[in-house]
């Protein structure tokens, strides 16, 4: 069984920047490398929502509010997917939380919490 560990959040004020890391393991790399890996958050009292994911390595998608923002990338070497977020703002707060949808599963992290203040 797959097993995503995140790291990274905390709190920060508007405008500021923070990255979020999710290292994957017991998967092999070829599943991971043809996997779609995203990331979503939830707000409290909100459904959770997908912010930006990454298709194969090679497409990226994003929630509209974060284009131009947000980055998503990984690390296939260190089975690593990554969020920087640049540009931060109150209302990107909330519990963020890694996934990777591959042919072996459908893996979350434990969630961190990302703190924008104003």
């Known amino acids: 069984q797959a097993q995503l560990v995140q790291s990274g959040g905390g709190s920060v004020q508007t405008g500021g920047s923070l990255t979020l890391s999710c290292s994957a393991s017991?998967?092999?790399?070829?599943?991971?490398?043809?996997?779609?890996m995203s990331w979503y958050r939830q707000a409290p009292g909100n459904q959770r929502e997908l912010v930006a994911s990454?298709?194969?390595?090679?497409?990226?998608n994003y929630l509209e509010s974060v284009k131009g923002r947000f980055i998503i990338s990984r690390d296939m070497a260190k089975k690593k997917v990554y969020l920087t977020m640049n540009g931060l703002k109150p209302e990107d707060t909330g519990v963020y939380y890694c996934?990777?949808?591959?042919?072996?599963?459908?893996?979350w992290g434990q969630g961190t919490q990302v703190t924008v203040s104003s």
């Open positions: 996934n990777i949808l591959g042919s072996s599963g459908d893996y």
């Open positions: 017991r998967i092999i790399t070829s599943v991971l490398s043809s996997s779609t």
């Open positions: 990454l298709i194969s390595g090679s497409t990226t």
